[in-house]
C-alpha cells in the first residue's frame, strides 16, 4: 500500500481517459515535459505517458519498479498487472514476497514460499534483476515537438529571452520578429 499512488494527469484539450497502465512516479516529469511540448532531457529515466493518456487500452510497460527499507534492510519489488514480487536483503537472502492481486488485491497472503510458484518466483526475479529498461513500452512513433507561440526567438524554449524580445517591442510600429504580438 506504501507504494501505490493515483496518478491523475490533466492536459489541456485532451479527452478524459482511464488506464490501467503500469505508471512510476519517474514518468511525471517527461509526461509535463510533453504536454508543454518541451524536449525531455535525455538523463531522465521516467517515459512521458501521453501515449497511453491519448490510447489507454495501448500496450504499456510489463512492470514498475520500486525500492523501500524497512527495518535497516533494502527491499526490490517489481509490480506486474497482477503480481508484486520483492526481494529483502541482496538477491532475497532477507526473504521474499510474491502477491496476487488477482487473489489478494491486499497483499494479505505471502505466496512466494509455495512449491507451485517457485517457477514464477524464478521468472520475476530474474525480470526484477534484468531491471526497468527491459519492461518499456515499444514504442516507435518519435515525440514531434511543435514550437510553442510564446516562444518567440524559436529556440524550443520559453525563457527571459523571449520576454525580454517582447518588452523590447512594446510601442514599436515595425516588429523586428513577427510573433512579439503573441
Not at 25 to 43: F, G, H, K, N, Q
Not at 49 to 60: K, M, S
Not at 141 to 154: A, G
Request: net charge negative.
Amino acid at each position: 500500500v506504501a507504494l501505490r499512488s493515483p496518478m491523475i494527469i490533466s492536459v489541456p484539450g485532451q479527452q478524459p481517459n482511464r488506464t490501467d497502465a503500469l505508471t512510476e512516479l519517474v514518468d511525471i516529469y517527461p509526461t509535463l515535459c510533453d504536454a508543454c511540448r518541451l524536449p525531455v532531457p535525455s538523463e531522465v529515466e521516467g517515459l512521458s505517458l501521453t501515449p497511453v493518456i491519448e490510447e489507454p487500452t495501448r500496450p504499456w510497460k510489463t512492470a514498475a519498479f520500486s525500492q523501500l527499507s524497512r527495518a535497516g534492510t533494502r527491499g526490490r519489488s517489481i509490480r506486474t498487472t497482477q503480481y508484486r514480487y520483492t526481494e529483502w536483503g541482496n538477491s532475497g537472502r532477507r526473504g521474499k514476497e510474491l502477491y496476487d492481486y488477482d487473489a489478494d488485491p491486499d497483499e494479505t497472503v505471502n505466496i512466494a514460499e509455495l512449491p507451485e510458484n517457485a517457477e514464477l518466483v524464478a521468472n520475476l526475479s530474474e525480470q526484477l534483476r534484468t531491471g526497468w529498461r527491459a519492461a518499456l513500452p515499444d514504442i516507435q512513433e518519435q515525440v514531434v515537438f511543435q514550437t510553442l507561440p510564446w516562444d518567440i526567438n524559436n529556440d524550443s524554449v520559453v525563457d527571459i529571452q523571449d520576454l525580454i524580445l517582447v518588452s523590447n517591442s512594446f510601442g514599436m510600429d515595425t516588429l523586428k520578429h513577427p510573433k512579439v504580438d503573441v
